[in-house]
């Protein structure tokens, strides 16, 4: 299992005369990820998401709270006894084609980690050859076609399951996926979802899904939680279908409101909400931070922060101090 307790990161960006302004990317959050299970989490661009799966990755640091890995905190280890600990975590990155070395094979690629394991294990090279084609085979693709051949005569879903066949190599416990469709054709990016969900049933891998996408947050993590992030702070959570079909928070009502309808097939949502602003990232941290562009919003919202937590009648966590339940998801014509 992995959580996270109060994970706060402020990232420092050069200013002006006056100094340099500080970013709060992070502001304590928490999160548990069970062995075997999923979560994810979602938000719009810049909402801290992405760090979070980096920090949870090791590949960024955070600046207060803790990370505990199958119940060991890593702030208590030097960084060389943390290694081995992150490397039960493997990030599959969004853009495919930057994440891989474009003059080496596909061979070469994941040899590079299955050298170092062989060395760790004492493996044969013969193994590393062996678990090579296994791990492509794993991910659906031929290793008798793919082995010798280099990432740009790859299409781009051939590449994304290269990237998480390399993630494969290193037997890992959980895989961070970063938004790890939305730069593959929309013809392919089922494909690599049920793949996802597939390895997460067959090996027991858990899944941390990324995105701003509702609808495949559902699909990878149906029996897990849904963690709904706004600056930095987890706004809602609790169980998918739970908080898609019964949102109390209206940032997150304001997200769901914002898919698409398929007319002459559903029915839009009868209460949906629209922000009453763009998000102003440079704005002031006092109070609820939807404050500003929520329709809801009482005297309270603009000098108290909502923390997270349960209230009588509602099943999920929310950060709101007006939550209420609103018909914002489109219905099926046939169900009306």
């Not at 090579?132 to 991910?139: D, F, G, M, N, P």
């Not at 590449?159 to 959980?174: F, G, H, K, S, Y």
Request: net charge neutral; charged share 25%.
């Amino acid at each position: 299992m992995i959580t996270g307790n109060g994970i706060v990161k402020t990232f420092k960006q050069r200013g002006n005369m006056l100094g340099a302004r500080e970013v709060r990317a992070l502001r304590g959050v928490d999160f548990s990820i069970p062995k075997g299970g999923a979560a994810s989490f979602i938000g719009e661009s810049g909402c801290g998401k992405t760090t979070l799966g980096r920090i949870i990755a090791g590949l960024e640091t955070y600046d207060d709270g803790e990370i505990v890995i199958d119940g060991v905190p890593m702030s208590s280890l030097t960084l060389k006894r943390r290694q081995p600990h992150f490397r039960k975590i493997q990030m599959i990155h969004q853009d495919p084609y930057s994440a891989l070395n474009p003059t080496r094979t596909v061979h070469q690629t994941l040899r590079a980690p299955l050298a170092l394991r062989a060395k760790q294990t004492g493996r044969s090279k013969a193994w590393m050859d062996e678990r090579a084609a296994e791990v492509l085979s794993l991910v659906g693709l031929d290793p008798a076609t793919v082995l010798a051949r280099y990432p740009h005569q790859l299409s781009g879903g051939m590449r994304q399951r290269v990237v998480i066949a390399r993630a494969l190599t290193v037997d890992p416990e959980m895989l961070v996926a970063d938004e790890a469709v939305s730069m593959i054709d929309v013809s392919l990016r089922l494909g690599i979802l049920a793949l996802l969900k597939d390895l997460r049933e067959r090996l027991g891998v858990s899944v941390l899904f990324i995105t701003h996408d509702v609808a495949t947050a559902r699909y990878i993590g149906d029996d897990g939680d849904l963690y709904v992030i706004y600056r930095g702070q987890v706004v809602e959570r609790g169980p998918v279908d739970t908080v898609i079909a019964d949102p109390v928070h209206p940032y997150t009502q304001s997200l769901l409101s914002a898919i698409p309808v398929l007319h002459g097939l559903e029915l839009p949502g009868e209460q949906p909400v629209v922000p009453l602003e763009a998000l102003n990232a440079g704005q002031d941290d006092v109070g609820c931070l939807f404050a500003p562009r929520c329709p809801f919003r009482g005297e309270r919202c603009d000098t108290e922060r909502p923390l997270l937590q349960l209230t009588e009648g509602v099943p999920q966590e929310h950060a709101c101090f007006h939550p209420e339940r609103r018909s914002v998801i489109a219905r099926p014509m046939s169900e009306v």
